[in-house]
């Protein structure tokens, strides 16, 4: 079993920034693509962005190409998700998630943190 817990999450004034983070623990942390997604009031939960864990490479939301960065930290298991020109339609619990190998879903999930940007 993949343990996920994120921090980083609160509250920030529109055009600024928050970088989240995503910790595993657990059994041995070798997911395919870990994935940040989000869920506002009253909406479905949606990707965000994704990056393979070995490779590298990065999906993006269209709503968040230019401004959000994920990235890896493959030494302590960790993924980053850097918010930056945030808008109050960011507002929405963030969740990290992985998958077991390419081409399967998403099956371990961290709890949320809450991200609130006032206008």
């Known amino acids: 079993q993949v343990q996920l817990v994120e921090s980083g999450g609160g509250l920030v004034q529109a055009w600024g920034s928050l970088r989240l983070s995503c910790a595993s623990s657990?059994?041995?942390?070798?997911?395919?693509?870990v994935g940040w997604f989000r869920q506002a009031p009253g909406k479905q939960r949606g990707l965000v962005a994704s990056?393979?864990?070995?490779?590298?490479?990065?999906l993006y939301a269209d709503s968040v190409k230019g401004r959000f960065i994920i990235s890896r930290a493959n030494a302590n298991n960790r993924v980053y998700l850097e918010l930056n020109i945030l808008e109050p339609e960011d507002t929405a619990v963030y969740y990290c998630?992985?998958?077991?190998?390419?081409?399967?879903?998403?099956?371990?999930w961290g709890q949320g943190t809450q991200v609130t940007v006032s206008s």
């Open positions: 998630a992985t998958n077991r190998g390419p081409g399967t879903g998403y099956v371990f």
């Open positions: 990056i393979n864990w070995s490779g590298g490479s990065t």
């Open positions: 657990g059994r041995t942390f070798n997911p395919d693509r």
